[in-house]
């Protein structure tokens, strides 16, 4: 068993799972780990114990599939660190996650390219990682003001270079997955009842991924 301090176990039940029972548990859906575009939510991620794994998991195939090409694994690099989502009530954990995760790609990034690597695609990455992994309570569905609803991005690359970002309420997506309609953020079946896809609070222009120039990024 991990833990910080007993307090902090006293006043939140805080217990880290260890890294042996982290891959057991992921090996058992191995090939969505290895798939870079597969999204998954930790709905109480701590520091990122399961987070970190399967970024690194997707990372790896990311490197063997493109690393010969910078403008490839660039993109897809940042498609896997997109695709990680996860919800944690204290506010130190959410920033020790982040910077792992950042970590965890950016030293895979710098051993690759070195001097030819772009700061853009640093910042895209940090942005798009702090509109993941956020403060909260999944049990809520609120975030640490106990008033407003998490509030989710999908991303999704358009024409190559280009994202498509739309904003989901947390409860929205959560009211259409337990409606039966398979996972978080696969929204665009087109033979899907209308009426059960999670419907965006906002929809953002098209940007270049390494140049989100959104309002919230600045």
């Not at 998954?40 to 998991?57: K, V």
């Not at 990372?59 to 910078?70: E, F, R």
């Not at 660039?74 to 020790?96: K, T």
């Not at 509030?151 to 409860?171: A, M």
């Amino acid at each position: 068993m991990q833990i910080k301090s007993k307090q902090r176990v006293k006043d939140h039940g805080e217990v880290f799972t260890q890294e042996r029972e982290v891959n057991t548990m992921l090996d058992l859906v191995k090939n969505e780990t290895e798939r870079i575009e597969s999204r998954f939510l930790e709905p109480a991620c701590g520091t990122g114990n399961f987070l970190a794994p399967i970024l690194e998991r997707k990372l790896a195939i990311v490197k063997k599939k493109y690393g010969s090409s910078q403008t490839e694994f660039e993109r897809m690099a940042f498609l896997a660190a997109s695709s990680i989502y996860g919800v944690e009530l204290l506010e130190d954990n959410v920033e020790d996650c982040i910077e792992r995760l950042y970590n965890i790609l950016n030293e895979i990034y710098s051993k690759l390219y070195k001097d030819k690597c772009k700061d853009d695609l640093r910042k895209s990455i940090r942005f798009v990682l702090k509109r993941n992994i956020l403060q909260g309570n999944a049990l809520t569905l609120k975030k640490a003001n106990k008033r407003d609803y998490i509030i989710f991005s999908e991303w999704v690359l358009v024409n190559g270079n280009k994202i498509k970002r739309k904003d989901f309420t947390f409860e929205e997506l959560i009211k259409k997955e337990t409606a039966g309609e398979g996972r978080l953020f696969e929204l665009l079946d087109k033979d899907r009842d209308p009426y059960l896809i999670p419907q965006p609070i906002k929809e953002f222009p098209l940007m270049y991924y390494l140049n989100l120039d959104y309002e919230d990024a600045k």
